[in-house]
């Protein structure tokens, strides 16, 4: 289970990257999104898998048990993750509306303006 | 004094709160908002008086024993840094009230100005490295806020680069900080630094430490990772450039000291290198942008990208000495970036333009004003009675023990090379007649928003743009560009004038900052009282259970 996980968390990194160079600002959130849960995995992933333990136990319960802090820590960066994605959707949306592209190669209004008043 | 650190990071966040749920104009909300940094300075310099007669101060929260909480710790590199930023925080709140447009503060601009000192204080303070990537993630979200209120075109292009790479950086950190606790079982950065030794795979370690060393470098624009900075900094209103130019990168460098003299100390020569060398380069290729910019806003950018190396080259060189130079640099780099950031403001208020060859004429306007230019320009360079000159001195001085004559080499080089930015900002901006085509100077309404909204208000003609340049002419069509020749007002100038007093003053009287950045130096160095600060229980009678 745990080498299938790591398995997984390298092809899912390398599509990201894949993803994440691409010029399409689309793509570009695609593989963002992919990389952010790759990092939820890896620490899910080196806490140690424990299958069918609970993370919190009551006294005399089972004496098997889950590290749970690997989960807190998951649970954490889920939501920290979540929104940074969301405000990231919202900005390339209107990044679009305003520029009018996603290509990112020509998204250099913010940068030609300098060309074009030294050539001016 | 228990509740003495979490109060420096509530009173930023109280103040984000009040500033927004209060009824009234953005004045009042400006107001609070300077009352929060004042108190947050209040709580600051006790701090540091604190530190400097105890040493490190402690404080686990939720009552669970470090390293099962979280703890909060500040050491003197902290406590200092927490009062710089407060000082900091109050002049660009201040500034921010002349600067920033009504529609700006109704949504919320001081909330998340406040927040982002929230995130920088927490950055400073934590103990425990999840909690830094919780607060990097606060102060990252406020920052996007603030990139992308007002939502101009220009801007929204600016953010979707520093909103990318600084995602990325992100989700580098978040996988270090797991591989970490994979390997050690922990995430208390005291407890860490007992730990990573004990690892048997140290390659690994290697690897989460180059991991780190990217994720941080990304934040603090270290050499092949810092093109996202001249990319965004210029399109935002000066008020939220100063704040960034001032703390964001520097909260990245604090990152990397901590986490390579604590964590992954010295023996890592490789990754020491590494640091060296991105510094020097970090240097020359921030000294050199700056060289080939006509806009001072992007000027000065390119100058916080070279002073960034500076920094480096302390943490680099790897010694008490030269890290008690880097931590006075910072703290010299933090004010005078804010400072040189606001003067720019100004610049730009009272010539219309931050184009150098649309200003002019200055000097012979404003002979008062040049002069607080001129000084924060030389103490930027490090011309003798003023702290950029200590700053450079001690770092020479570092170089010279090490015998690293080619850090010497560069830093003289460097500082030599960097004059020639600001003596180019002096002579066409202050020196030179204001040229003839501005006697009715345009500011693309992407620039800093109250004076157009002050323009909007008084109605003001749109003038056709005279600019022979077309795509600046189908800009003007898009959204006017306004002819502004107002003032800056009370609130630009106190922050200005505050600021260069305090950095006359450092200049004058550096021995007392020399000496607490080489206490702070020697507790990063030798960090065996931080950790008994964090770990009252002898830190190896702790058998963590390996996951």
Known sequence: ?120 | MNGLLISCILIPMLTAVASYVCPGSSRIRGAISVAGSALLLALASLLLFQVAANGPMANQMGGWQAPMGITLIADMLSAMLIVVTAIVAICVNIYAMGDISEERIAGGFFTFMNMLIAGVVGAFLTGDLFNLYVWFEVMLISSFALLVLGGDKMQLDGAVKYVAINLISTVLLLAAIGLLYGLTGTLNMADLSVRVPQVDNQGLVAVVAVLFLIAFGIKAAVFPLYFWLPASYHTLPISVTAVFAALMTKVGIYALMRTFTLIFPGEHSAINATLLCAGLITMVLGVFGAMTHSDIRRILAFHVIGSIGFMLLGLGLGSALAMGAAIFYMVHGILIKALLFMIAGIIGKLGGSFELSRLGGLYQERPGFSMVFLVAALSLIGIPPLSGFWAKVLIIDAGLHHDASIVIAFVVLVSLLGFIPLIRIWSEAFWKARPLDAEAPTLPSTDASATTADAMAAKAPAPTSNDPNESRATRVVIKPAVPVTNNPTFYAWVPVLGLSLIMLGIGFLPAKIIDLSDIAAQSLMIPDKYIDTVLPVQANAYEAPKP
């Open chain 1, 1 to 120: 289970m745990e080498i299938l996980l790591s398995v997984l968390v390298g092809v899912l990194m390398s599509v990201s990257v894949w993803l994440m160079l691409s010029r399409n600002l689309v793509k570009f959130l695609f593989g963002l999104v992919l990389i952010s849960n790759v990092a939820n995995l890896i620490i899910f992933k080196v806490g140690g898998l424990t299958t069918g333990a609970p993370p919190l136990i009551v006294d005399g319960g089972s004496t098997q048990y889950a590290n749970s802090l690997p989960q807190a820590l998951v649970l954490t960066a889920i939501v920290i993750g979540f929104g940074l994605v969301s405000f990231t959707l919202v900005l390339a949306l209107k990044a679009y509306q305003a520029i009018g592209t996603v290509n990112v190669e020509e998204m250099n209004l913010a940068e030609k303006r300098q060309d074009t008043e030294q050539s001016a």
